[in-house]
């Protein structure tokens, strides 16, 4: 039974990415942390990391973090090739150091992709999500005030599809696992969650058309349906959703206004 079973402190040995800025070649620096609590998250052991860092006058270990709750996407590393660590459906704040073994050596990475370029250290630029969902991921027209309930009513089964889309964090473990760096689960669990509400009606077609358009233009890869971003994602996304984008591009291709002004051939993927 390992030393994080018993509850007893752990030593560990960190091979951390360090890149000064965009231009540098970057390279693997290792480090020795010791006493670590099986109880302490991955990022509170970065802390750690951290604290003896600048107490020898050395330059801490960039890398983001807010909520530490899981809910905000911020944190985002890659933790022995995998995208938050070993553990299924949780985002790096929310792992524990108890899922590690005491002697262990833990490589720490930043996402690997095109479209987002390391800044420093373990922290990339992610806001091409940030111009995706500006290209179309939200309501803008007038839906009028508030219905009564009852009033307007949608399915169980769309209300419960939605919120499954909806649950999505935009944390980009989705990008950093797949082989091609595709955002597609990402962009269409934001497509998915709009196009199965009353709310979003108006827009859809617009909206699948321009945020196609945009995940394009910032460089993401193809879908080769390996299913490695379903795994990776912390909120449990599930592939369903890129059949609705699927269905929501082709519909809007070939039948909108807006996709026959563009000449049916508005973009698209593979």
Not at 91 to 119: S, Y
Not at 167 to 174: D, E, F, Q, S, Y
Not at 216 to 243: K, R, Y
Request: charged residues 20%; proline residues 3%; hydrophobic residues 40%.
């Amino acid at each position: 039974m390992s030393h994080a079973a018993h509850g007893k402190a752990l030593n560990l040995t960190l091979r951390v990415w360090r890149q000064k800025n965009a231009q540098d070649d970057g390279r693997f620096a290792d480090y020795k942390v010791t006493g670590i609590s099986p109880d302490m998250s991955f990022l509170e052991m970065l802390d750690i990391l951290n604290e003896q860092l600048i107490q020898k006058g050395e330059e801490p270990v960039a890398f983001d973090h807010d909520c530490r709750e899981g809910i905000c996407g911020m944190c985002s590393l890659m933790i022995n090739g995998q995208a938050h660590g070993p553990e299924r459906l949780t985002t790096t704040c929310q792992l524990h150091m108890r899922k590690f073994n005491d002697g262990d050596t833990i490589t720490i990475e930043p996402w690997r992709a095109r479209a987002f370029p390391v800044i420093c250290d373990l922290v990339v630029d992610r806001t091409a999500f940030d111009r995706i969902i500006s290209a179309g991921g939200f309501v803008s027209v007038n839906t009028g005030q508030a219905q009564d309930a009852n009033c307007l009513p949608v399915s169980k089964i769309d209300q419960e599809s939605a919120l499954d889309a909806a649950v999505c964090i935009g944390c980009g473990a989705c990008v950093a696992a797949c082989k091609n760096a595709s955002a597609m689960l990402f962009v269409s669990a934001k497509i998915s969650h709009l196009a199965q509400l009353p709310q979003g009606n108006p827009e859809r077609a617009s909206r699948v058309l321009s945020m196609v358009k945009q995940m394009d233009e910032e460089g993401f890869g193809n879908c080769s349906v390996t299913s490695e971003c379903q795994a990776a994602c912390p909120a449990g996304i599930s592939l369903t959703h890129m059949a609705r984008m699927n269905r929501e591009y082709m519909k809007a291709t070939l039948f909108s206004s807006e996709g026959l002004e563009a000449g049916g051939a508005a973009g698209g993927f593979g």
